[in-house]
């Protein structure tokens, strides 16, 4: 059973225009998610991270919404950049036990 | 050297060979990781270590055998591989387990023919 899902294999998006990367999650317990990106033939860097305490998380033009009735969050990439073509994982845990990653979203960004 | 290091990148292996993945952390983490990514699925959690000590075994088959001499090196050890065992292998590192950012190494592409 997966508990983490990024129903979005890819997702291309205009240069300047907004990206919004969605996740799932089935586990009401997991108090803890995280954005990871990863370049080819490089290892996921982590990117943004929320607890579950907050609704929303910014740093620069990267934002994390989490919408705990619902179960989901999303990453917000405004304005998006062609440095930001990348796969996108979302991560969930719930305190000191492992992460659970979804499978990841492909974005491009079209100049 | 800086961050994670795992070498090689590259491995081709027949189902017969051993062979081991090293990973070596430049962080002063005290957890460390090996993750497996195949392709369109999630990274699967193998092996977490803490301290040197694993803390963590997500039913992975006997032919992974997981050995961390210290706090900075580990490694994945592999014996008599199947064709569908061929992914990336992630290794990572922690401050501590839970909520600390994991940070990842290049991995390994691990084809085995």
């Known amino acids: 059973d997966q508990q983490v899902k990024q129903n979005s294999p890819s997702l291309s998006v205009q240069e300047g225009r907004i990206s919004i990367l969605n996740c799932d999650y089935t586990?009401?317990?997991?108090?803890?998610f995280l954005w990871y990106k990863k370049y080819p033939a490089e290892g996921p860097t982590f990117l943004i991270s929320?607890?579950?305490?907050?609704d929303k998380n910014e740093d620069g033009r990267f934002t994390v919404f989490l919408n705990k009735s619902a179960k989901h969050l999303s990453l917000h990439i405004v304005p998006s950049q062609p440095g930001d073509s990348a796969v996108y994982f979302c991560?969930?845990?719930?305190?000191?036990?492992?992460?659970?990653f979804g499978q990841g979203t492909r974005l491009t960004i079209n100049p | 050297e800086t961050g994670v290091t795992q070498t090689p990148r590259h491995l081709v292996m027949g189902m017969t060979n051993k062979k081991s993945l090293k990973c070596e952390q430049h962080?002063?983490?005290?957890?460390m990781y090996w993750y497996k990514q195949s392709a369109k699925k999630p990274l699967e959690l193998m092996f977490v270590?803490?301290?040197?000590?694993?803390?963590e075994n997500n039913s992975v088959p006997s032919r992974f055998s997981p050995e961390c001499p210290n706090s900075s090196h580990l490694f994945l050890h592999l014996h008599t591989l199947q064709p569908e065992d061929s992914a990336l292998y992630l290794c990572?590192?922690?401050?501590?387990?839970?909520?600390?950012?994991?940070?990842f190494g290049p991995g390994t592409r691990l084809l085995v023919l």
């Open positions: 990572a590192s922690s401050q501590a387990t839970g909520k600390e950012t994991q940070y």
């Open positions: 586990n009401s317990m997991f108090d803890y």
């Open positions: 929320i607890s579950s305490i907050k």
């Open positions: 991560a969930a845990t719930r305190g000191a036990q492992k992460l659970v």
């Open positions: 962080l002063g983490h005290n957890a």
């Open positions: 270590y803490s301290l040197e000590e694993r803390v």
